[in-house]
């Protein structure tokens, strides 16, 4: 992991494409700026599990769905 100090209005870049800025401190947050193209997703953590979660979740109820599915299809060529 890289920690680097920064001061409020400093930023970090990452790649061309990525800068975040230090827009607010106090003694227990840090309020951040982040520009980044709209294609690249930008999410708290706590989102970004939930979204995996629910992604997961919905891709192994497809899952279940195609095998109902095939095993419905075969029982009607028997």
């Given at each position: ?17 990525i800068?975040?800025?230090i827009v607010?401190?106090?003694n ?7 520009e ?6 930008v ?7 939930r ?15 195609l ?5 419905m ?6």
């Amino acid at each position: 992991m890289l920690i680097l100090t920064r001061k409020i209005s400093e930023s970090i870049r990452i790649g061309d494409d990525i800068v975040i800025k230090i827009v607010e401190l106090d003694n227990r947050h840090v309020k951040l700026g982040i520009e980044a193209p709209r294609s690249i997703s930008v999410n708290r953590e706590e989102i970004y599990e939930r979204i995996q979660a629910e992604n997961k979740a919905a891709s192994d109820a497809k899952d279940n769905d195609l095998k109902n599915i095939a095993g419905m299809l075969r029982n009607k060529k028997k």
